[in-house]
Nanobody, 123 residues
Framework: VQLQASGGGLVQAGGSLRLSCLAS????????MGWFRQAPGKEREFVAA????????LYADSVKGRFTISRDYAKNTVYLRMNSLKPEDSAVYYC?????????????????WGRGTQVTVSS
């Protein structure tokens, strides 16, 4: 599975962005999808995940209520809608695919990773 993230950019605090992750390759398989982020000097951290069915979602406490993860099967795309952005949301955002059985927030459980897209939130 190949993953390509896009949609990052520079936005003012309080603004919104929508990230997209296009999957190609073995997209017929059932993958949970996740978004992670990494700021300079910090470890990669979980942001959100959605089950292959779309019926279950997980969010980091820091983004709950502001971010929404969704997926469009027809377009093989997963989205991360980010509202009320804060400067501390600035990071490189990565999408990932997990072929496991249980929706998880653990990075090591994800099998495939895309290149990141930079999100910068100015104060």
């Amino acid at each position: 599975v190949q993953l390509q993230a896009s949609g990052g950019g520079l936005v003012q605090a309080g603004g919104s962005l929508r990230l997209s992750c296009l999957a190609s390759g073995r997209t017929s398989s059932r993958y949970d999808m996740g978004w992670f982020r990494q700021a300079p000097g910090k470890e990669r951290e979980f942001v959100a995940a959605i089950s292959w069915s779309g019926g279950n979602t997980l969010y980091a406490d820091s983004v709950k209520g502001r971010f929404t993860i969704s997926r469009d099967y027809a377009k093989n795309t997963v989205y991360l809608r980010m509202n009320s952005l804060k400067p501390e949301d600035s990071a490189v955002y990565y999408c990932a695919a997990d072929g496991g059985m249980v929706l998880t927030r653990i990075p090591k459980a994800f099998d495939y990773w895309g290149r990141g897209t930079q999100v910068t939130v100015s104060s």
